[in-house]
């Protein structure tokens, strides 16, 4: 009865009434049975739901997948070698040959990132006392991204699957398998091919002195900050950045590096600036007060290598804002890492928990017209219904 109750019922809820799911995942979490796979599935549920305004990226994925599904396998392997980021491309091409819709491209990106992010947690927080392990989680939980994860789709995945590459290599001794998902991760975008370098750093540097100096120079870029042409010629001119040069220099002037916010209005500043009110500089703060006090693991010095190289990004609005994701994470995981029921942490710990809350609502809170156009009518929805509303790109 107990396997059922904690298995098969929660499912069955999922695809009869997937909003009424969350009375069966809440109890399941009371009773100890933690399956964060259909706290997954559920936002892989509403994922699939969303429908984006046409600004979007998601929009723009979805006019790539109109085109995607009109490939062969040989146009297929030409279109890729004009690409930096192969694992989208490839997967849209294979829901196309099973004639899935566009949505379950979001509903797919979503499930993957809210699974591998609450995963890698999952083994970590405390289990010790329940209030502490629900804080915790709520806090991961928080600061997964849905509009970032559903309309952007590769960034928060490939971070997802960094932050999992590294917990495999340090924590679990897995090499061959943490390796596996940080190329998997530069597959995704780009941008996490930075995240190898200190792979090699930690193997041969293991003086922690070293890294708590790197980290605190570090803050030294918002003072002096790099010049964005010393920056694109470090690019153009070493080898294995040369490849990466076209798609750096796209953040590092006009709409990509700031200019953006120059059209917003008063109301969308107060909301953009308020994003920043993030996990990442409570992150900073925390590490700064216990670097004395606790011994630096691998992870941690892997956590001060990436604060370190994204405090280095000031000269870029949203190349800084992209990697600060990642650095909130790595900050949770060696807090939680090192986490005892002392005051300090418990005072920390609701300060994360306090600043998760803020930084969820001013990150949704610009998209709530568009929340409102795609969740309307999500309480009267099951899984049927929802494949049923949904037409398949191509099929007119």
Same mark, same amino acid.
């Given at each position: ?29 009371? @009773?100890?049975? +933690? ?5 997954? =599935? $559920?936002? !892989? ?18 006019? &790539? ?7 062969? $396998?040989?146009?297929?392997?030409? /279109?890729?070698?004009d690409q930096k980021d192969?694992?989208?491309?490839? =997967?849209? /091409?294979?829901?196309?040959? *099973?004639?899935?819709?566009?949505s379950s491209i979001n ?30 989680? =709520?806090?991961?939980?928080? #600061? ?19 932050? /999992? !590459? ?13 390796? %596996? ?28 002195? @070293?890294? +708590? ?55 969308? &500043? ?27 693991? +691998? ?9 370190? %190289?994204?405090?280095?990004?000031? $000269? ?16 949770? %995981? ?9 005051? *300090?942490?418990?005072?920390? &710990?609701?300060?994360?928990? @306090? ?9 949704? #809170?610009? #998209? ?10 999500? #309480? ?10 949904? +037409? ?5």
């Amino acid at each position: 009865m107990r396997f059922v109750m904690t298995n098969i019922f929660p499912l069955f809820l999922l695809v009869v009434y997937p909003l009424g799911s969350l009375i069966s995942i809440g109890i399941n979490f009371f @009773i100890g049975e +933690k399956k964060v796979i259909y706290i997954a =599935l $559920f936002m !892989g549920i509403v994922g699939y739901n969303f429908i984006p305004n046409i600004e979007m990226d998601l929009q723009r994925h979805w006019d &790539l997948y109109s085109i995607v599904q009109k490939f062969d $396998f040989d146009k297929l392997l030409d /279109y890729l070698k004009d690409q930096k980021d192969y694992f989208l491309v490839i =997967l849209m /091409y294979i829901f196309s040959k *099973f004639n899935l819709n566009h949505s379950s491209i979001n509903g797919f990106f979503v499930f993957s990132t809210y699974f591998i992010f609450l995963k890698n947690f999952l083994n970590i927080i405390s289990h010790d006392n329940k209030k502490i392990f629900i804080k915790m989680l =709520l806090i991961v939980f928080l #600061y997964i991204s849905l509009i970032d994860s559903v309309s952007g789709l590769r960034t928060m995945l490939s971070l997802a699957c960094v932050l /999992y !590459g590294y917990n495999n290599i340090y924590c679990k001794d897995k090499t061959k398998e943490g390796l %596996f998902f940080l190329l998997l991760a530069t597959t995704i975008h780009v941008m996490s091919s930075v995240f190898l370098v200190p792979l090699v750093f930690v193997r041969f540097v293991n003086n922690s002195k @070293i890294y +708590k100096v790197i980290f605190f120079m570090s803050f030294l870029f918002y003072f002096i900050p790099l010049d964005e042409i010393f920056v694109s010629k470090i690019f153009s001119i070493v080898p294995f950045l040369k490849r990466f040069e076209e798609h750096i220099l796209n953040y590092l002037s006009g709409q990509w590096n700031g200019d953006f916010l120059k059209n917003y209005n008063q109301n969308g &500043l107060i909301v953009m600036y308020g994003r920043k009110i993030s996990g990442f500089w409570i992150g900073c703060i925390y590490l700064i007060t216990t670097l004395r006090l606790t011994k630096l693991s +691998k992870i941690g010095k892997i956590t001060l290598l990436v604060f370190s %190289f994204t405090n280095m990004l000031t $000269f870029s609005f949203v190349m800084k804002e992209r990697y600060e994701y990642i650095c909130i994470f790595l900050a949770l %995981f060696y807090f939680f890492e090192n986490y005892n029921f002392s005051k *300090f942490n418990k005072i920390f &710990l609701n300060i994360f928990l @306090i600043v998760a809350i803020l930084n969820c609502f001013f990150t949704n #809170y610009p #998209y709530r017209e568009t929340y409102s156009d795609s969740y309307k009518n999500f #309480y009267k929805q099951s899984i049927f219904s929802t494949i049923n509303d949904k +037409k398949i790109v191509g099929a007119e």
